[in-house]
Nanobody, 119 residues
Framework: QVQLVESGGGLVQPGGSLTLSCAAS????????MSWYRQAPGKERELVAV????????KYADSVKGRFTISRDNDKNTVYLRANNLNPEDTAVYYC????????????WGQGTQVTVSS
């Protein structure tokens, strides 16, 4: 059974930092690109960052470039998102996604973790 469990969200002050984690199980983690998405109230879900299977390639949304860092540990089946210099516009539910385009195809989501940036 494929499972993605996010953790690390919470309330943080503007300018603060936090690290989100997503623990994966039920599939071969190293065969999947991993991504973080977020969805703010009243807005569509948007891609925040993606990391390739081996971790050699990363991409970021312009809004988080230079502030967020995605990383993964294939031995621990975990992907991370380090978020620095947070601002209220970063407030959202953050979701982890596992994607494999080749057979057996996979596209799975976690339940999300709330990040609130407020003073």
């Amino acid at each position: 059974q494929v499972q993605l469990v996010e953790s690390g969200g919470g309330l943080v002050q503007p300018g603060g930092s936090l690290t989100l984690s997503c623990a994966a199980s039920g599939f071969t983690f190293s065969t999947c690109d991993m991504s973080w998405y977020r969805q703010a109230p009243g807005k569509e879900r948007e891609l925040v960052a993606v990391i390739s299977r081996a971790g050699s390639s990363t991409k970021y949304a312009d809004s988080v470039k230079g502030r967020f860092t995605i990383s993964r540990d294939n031995d621990k089946n975990t992907v991370y998102l380090r978020a620095n210099n947070l601002n209220p516009e970063d407030t959202a539910v953050y979701y982890c996604n596992a994607h494999r385009a080749f057979w057996p195809k996979l596209d799975s989501w976690g339940q999300g973790t709330q990040v609130t940036v407020s003073s």
